[in-house]
């Protein structure tokens, strides 16, 4: 059975940084098509943060592109995502997906950017 557990979120000020990791289990990395990271803010939809896929090219969403990097350790069978010049609307709980024939979800992380 596939598990995702996200961690590292926490407080943190304005232009900071963060770097969250999601440990997989049930399954090694390079059998999803693709994983990625999303986020819910309070009253907001849930958006795509940023993808990578099988082979390793990657997606970003506009708000995020140049501050975060999505990244993973197939040995570890973990991906990353670090994220600098944090701003007060990054804040919101940050979920870890997985796709091949199934699509997967963790129980999140909260990030919050505040001063």
């Known amino acids: 059975q596939v598990q995702l557990v996200e961690s590292g979120g926490g407080l943190v000020q304005p232009g900071g940084s963060l770097r969250l990791s999601c440990a997989v289990s049930g399954s090694f990395l390079t059998s999803f098509n693709v994983m990625g990271w999303y986020r819910q803010a309070p009253g907001n939809e849930r958006e795509l943060v940023a993808q990578m896929f099988r082979y390793g090219n990657t997606n970003y969403a506009d708000s995020v592109k140049g501050r975060f990097t999505i990244s993973r350790d197939n040995g570890l069978k973990t991906l990353y995502l670090q994220m600098i010049s944090l701003k007060p609307e990054d804040t919101a709980v940050y979920y870890c997906?997985?796709?091949?024939?199934?699509?997967?979800w963790g129980k999140g992380t909260l990030v919050t950017v505040s001063s």
């Open positions: 997906n997985a796709n091949n024939a199934d699509n997967y």
